[in-house]
């Protein structure tokens, strides 16, 4: 056994209480789906976890029946404080059950127990603290007095961070007002339906917070339902435009957090040590699978060969392996179709002339691995420096001189993230003003907080998660036709002229 | 025996330059009673093509002006204006058939509006950016800034108010605009045109259409390089078809809005066409 050999510490499942079947949770209540049942597998071993409901169109118009019956005979009667004070509870249970959501989820998606223990569950639980304290105060959420909640909300989740998202999603909604029907991705339904127990402990009045379990189908039936107010998606730009097109019309309000190709800017005076790991944190963090990943790694040309070098051996000690295990860096890859995609963008980098790279790793015969990776030589014209490929792949590309950093990282119909590595405060603050992203990491990467907006910029979306603007994303103002303006209105005789 | 008026040629405004359109076009602009008042420039897919890369090469030098600087240029446009209070209150008569007093105060609210936008230049990003209290060792703040080149069909029912409150809150934060002006009360626009011209604004800041808006918008709602899409006066046209070519680049769409309360001067106008900007930085642990 080499220093870097560990024997095995896998985290125990014995604290999980599954059920052998988990139907929809409408109204308060888990109820049988109408379409075929379908099975939610791990993808570090491929074996069955648990029969998922499917919700069919029907299903889904049950689920917003009973929130909109939610929405107008409690929750929009309920005052602020005591959502408040439900989103605290939920926040609490988050707490108490959180090694268990954080197994399941490492189970359901495959990712690090590390991770879903030390990132995922304490922010899904910060999510819900933070605002839980929202929901008294909606007057300083920046859409003037007295705003009011849009009524019931739709929204459809990925499956990269299964509870994170849904926290990310639901809490903000209660607490500007809204009732829910959350769709959960096909890939990781479990967090979602544990999460609807959590609900049920809470207390929260039946039909406040629905989940409905599916496909894409169950999506479009979701978002296409007529009785929707409020539309919010996280997912693919290509699922995104669908979307967008599908609401055009409607008087739906719409916020999409779509892919991403984040440029990871190292300059020359960047404290190396840190920015390595940095660079890991970007790309490596939950296999890739991250919307803001630092997937093009934009690096000073003096010292692009020292990065390498370093990065190369740093990567020589990721352990790739089983999700459970607490010594995992690297899970597993979500499921087969995202493993295939992920290949197949990897070739094309290849068959493009890109130089690939692998440390030495065994990876498990089951499930669905991929090791971590990463391109030299690649072009800005290639496939693996424009696409998103949402796996542990690094594209490394080289730069000269700021302004060459910054056309290069801005050189993506993307615009969702962006890391800059420097000593140099004034170069980080003149470069952050130019990047074109939503998300800008100084000297860190990959960090997150429910008080810190989040969204894109360009093909990566519009609206904003997190903070005081992620509130407003869910309320409108008092009345429409009353905006805050400051205008003295003396406009009512000169626009009658203008009507003649 | 009185003297010969001598009329103006009414042509479109694209990057800092008043060309007619390239295909030629023209179309007659008719005063309140129906009679002949000017010919107007008939605006072409290509010369919306060209507005928007006049706006496009434009929008460095605007959003990175200073906060200061751009409500300043704005501001000087506003006394521009009021210098030339009689020419637009002369067309405004003209082409609406309203009393001098009744367009002389459209003309006051439309300078109004504008100096109200203008000193949001340097105050937006205090309003609607913020530092947050993250947990752990980080700065870490919010601010808005342009998104960048915004089309936008001015609403059509009125000759300067309307133009300006479509327009006005696009520029305080940087973002340059190509307008489809309205298509029978175009004169103020124009005549605005020729204030930006002769102020302080860079050339393709601010690019101005006549014509159809229903021929030119799908060009502009369907152009890759436009980052938003302003309907406010959109109402009558097919604005659900323009919503979906938009979708294809993900572009901020605003809806149509009608009636005298269209495009009421507000800050939400203005952050419509921000895009929030959160940086982290770490701190040291000492």
Redesign the interface.
Known sequence: MSFLEYAPAPESTALLNLQSEYGLFINGEFVAGSDPTFSTISPATEKHIATIAQASSADVDAAVKAARTAYDTTWSRLSGRDRGKYLFRIARLVQERARELAVAESLDNGKPIKESRDVDVPLVA?WFFYYAGWADKLDHA??GPNPRALGVAAQVIPWNFPLLMLAWKIAPALAAGNTVVLKPAETTPLTALLFAEIVQQAGLPAGVVNIVTGAGETGRALVNHPDVNKVAFTGS?SV??EI??SL??T?KKLT?E?GGKGANIVFDDAPIDQAIEGIVRGIFFNQGHVCCAGSRLLVQENIHDEVVERLKTRLGTLRVGDPLDKNTDVGAINSAEQLQRIRTLSDIGEAEGAERWSPACDLPENGFWFAPTIFTNVSTSSRIARDEIFGPVLSILSFRTPAEAIAKANNT?Y?LSAGIWSDK?SK??AV??K??????????FN?F?P?????G??????G?EG???GLAAYLA?AAF?S?????PV??????????? | MSRLAVPKTYKLYIGGKFPRSESGRVYEILDASGGFLANAAQASRKDARDAVVAARNAVSGWS?ATGYNRGQVLYRIAELLEGRRAQFIDEIVAS????PS??G??V??AI??WI?YAGWADKYTQ??G?A?????P?F?I?VPEA?GVVAIIAPQ???L??FVSAVAPALVAGNTVVVVASQRLPLSAISLAEVLATSDVPGGVVNILTGSPAEIAPWLASHADV?ALDLVGASDLD???L??A?????M?VL?PESG??AA??????ITAFT????????KSLI
């Open positions: 910060a920046g859409v730009t995104g435009r967008a097109r055009a019309g008087s999409l779509l119909p615009g405060g980080i603050l952050a003003d990047l074109r992203a939503g998300v800008i990491w100084a000297n860190t960090q907080d008080s810190s907006p989040f969204g910029y360009k093909e990566s979306g519009y904003r903070g005081k603007q103002p036709g905006s805050p303006t400051a205008l003396s406009t009512s005789s000169a626009l009658e002229g203008a009507d003649k | 990175n609406e058939g309203v009393s009744v367009a105060s459209q006051d609210e109004d509006r109200w309003v609607a913020n947050n209290a993250v947990s752990g980080y870490n919010s998104t029912d009125s000759s108010i309307g980052n604005w659900i078809s919503q979906i938009a979708a294809e680049t993900l901020r809806p005298p309360d009421l001067p507000s800050l939400a106008r895009e929030t900007k959160t940086v982290w930085h770490t």
